[in-house]
């Protein structure tokens, strides 16, 4: 009788380290199957200024204002992949019109981002972008037409190829001018283009 008590003990004692080693397992593959990828968010601003200069490169007078402003719209925000599109609107430029755009960069998700540019919807007309001479973090953009366009979108994402969430914003300044000695062929022109920034996590 006692034998059959000691083993039907033993049995039960068996059983429950068997369950509790189960449980453990369990609890041990439901928390690996659970690991989060993290939250993508890249916060975008642009702040810029404009100086009008002479003929010998000092501030005047401007009659009008120049017309410029660069607007953004994001999608799939949060998720492992966010476009946000950098709309320009430039106009009323005329000879000796500088200005100074400068478009700041912050992670505050919680990945490390990567950037790259999608489909590009480039300027219709490439007449006043050829006139103008353009600076992005202090280097000149060269080429005209559609070589120029693609230089400059490519010193911009030369910038925010990789954005940790852990540093500090990353800033470029862009300049825009249009030379005081320029000819009348840019008058009342006016350029819009889009620049799509495709947000990734790093894999």
Do not use: C
Request: aromatic content about 10%; overall charge negative.
């Amino acid at each position: 009788m006692k034998r059959t008590r000691f083993t039907l003990l033993a049995v039960v004692v068996a059983l429950a380290l068997m369950g509790a080693g189960y449980a453990a397992w369990t609890q041990a593959f439901n928390l690996g199957g659970n690991v989060s990828t993290g939250e993508l968010f890249i916060k975008i601003t642009e702040d810029h200024e404009y100086v009008v200069l002479d003929e010998n490169g000092e501030p005047a007078d401007a009659a009008d204002d120049p017309g410029f402003d660069v607007e953004t719209e994001t999608d799939g925000e949060g998720d492992r992949e966010t476009i946000t599109e950098l709309t320009f609107n430039l106009s009323n430029m005329y000879p000796g019109t500088r200005i100074s755009s400068t478009i700041s960069f912050e992670n505050l998700g919680s990945i490390k981002a990567v950037a790259s540019v999608g489909e590009v919807d480039y300027p219709a007309d490439y007449t006043l972008w050829d006139a103008l001479d353009i600076t992005v973090g202090g280097s000149t953009i060269e080429g005209s037409g559609q070589v120029k366009f693609d230089n400059f979108k490519d010193a911009i994402i030369g910038y925010v190829e990789e954005l940790d969430p852990e540093s500090s914003a990353v800033s470029v300044e862009i300049v825009f001018e249009l030379p005081y000695g320029s000819d009348d062929t840019t008058e009342n022109l006016s350029l819009t283009w889009t620049i799509p920034i495709v947000f990734g996590q790093q894999n």
